[in-house]
């Protein structure tokens, strides 16, 4: 391993989201999904490059051709996707892309279906919109989570159902959709005329290392009736930088897609332009690093999750997040249990799975280490 992940910086007085909902307490917290990793230093050495030039002022994404070219090569490189530049559209994040799907494909009152569990913002995207989220479930077959598939397929056939919004990675279960999978998706979606926007925010953090990413708009399928969102954002652990794209391939989604964002959504700033084309231009060995750090730290998680009498954790192909099932418990409130232990993982309650937490192992294997020592005292 060339890069260390095991020294971590303090985030004391840097005002993390992550760290300060537990300030002043001895509660480790272990919920937003972003690592505790240093960023790479060529990412670094960007920002540091940019602001000793002294000039922070407007940069229009369309116009900023190395993080253009960035994101081609990576796509390329790393998915076997070649994109046409003009498939991409920047934005802010992916949560304001998914609701800008919304207000695109949809008018007030039509269905958007929704894989659950899911993470608190992609549920909330429908309501915002005016819109009716149809829950479609997560099954559990060989002990792998993935979509129920059948019931994709009946409420995609209600006309008033226009999009369907999925993880893949899914997020918190960890799954990778398979090709076969993604093809019965794009079937339904296709017969029904439902619209796929596909967040993949985590497709560059797949631990098995026997799966790959299948991005939705390079199948064939999905080509002409999907979107695809990605960032640089959680796998190099920048996301508050705020930068993120849509591939859309299709020039009729993506003039909706556009227009349902303009003047709203705010373009990506120059500092999160200059992170994504570092982290996709000269980050790949610490990419292959961090993920070799994940993987050990998924198999300590695993080993010792399990040996807790009333929790248990699937293998999960992707992420750096452990869904864990504490039904086994027999308490009321699961996250007060675990925040009773001196831990603070996301609410399964928000995910819509009140006997479920989630936490968060892009850590230091010292920090991960007493997580689970927590976790496991009486």
Known sequence: MTYSFDNTPSREGTYSFKWEKYKGRDIIPAWVA????????????ALQGRVEHGNL???LPGQYQPAIDAVVRWLKDKHDWHIDPLWLVWTPGVVPAFNSTCKAYCNPGDKVMVQ???????????????????SIDTIEINGRATLDLEQLE???SDPACKLLILCNPMNPVGSVLSQDELSQIARICNENNVILCSDEIHCDLILDEDKTHLPAGRDAQLKDNSVTLMAASKTFNIAGLGASFAIIP???LRQKFVK???GIVPWVNQLGL???EAAFTRCDDWHQDQLDYLRENRALVYERINAIEGLSVNHQEATFLAWVDASGLGVENVQRWAEEKGVGPSPGVDFGAPQHFRINFGCSRK????????LASE
């Open 260 to 262: 349902a964002a303009a």
């Open 250 to 252: 299709d020039a009729g």
């Open 116 to 134: 659950v569990p899911n993470y608190p913002p992609l549920l909330a995207a429908p309501k915002l919109n005016g819109l009716e989220r149809v």
């Open 154 to 156: 009946r409420e995609a």
């Open 367 to 374: 920090m991960l280490t007493e997580i689970l020592d927590r």
């Open 274 to 276: 200059l992170a994504t």
């Open 34 to 45: 972003d690592t505790e990793f240093r960023c790479a230093d060529p990412i670094l050495e």
């Open 57 to 59: 002022g407007y940069v």
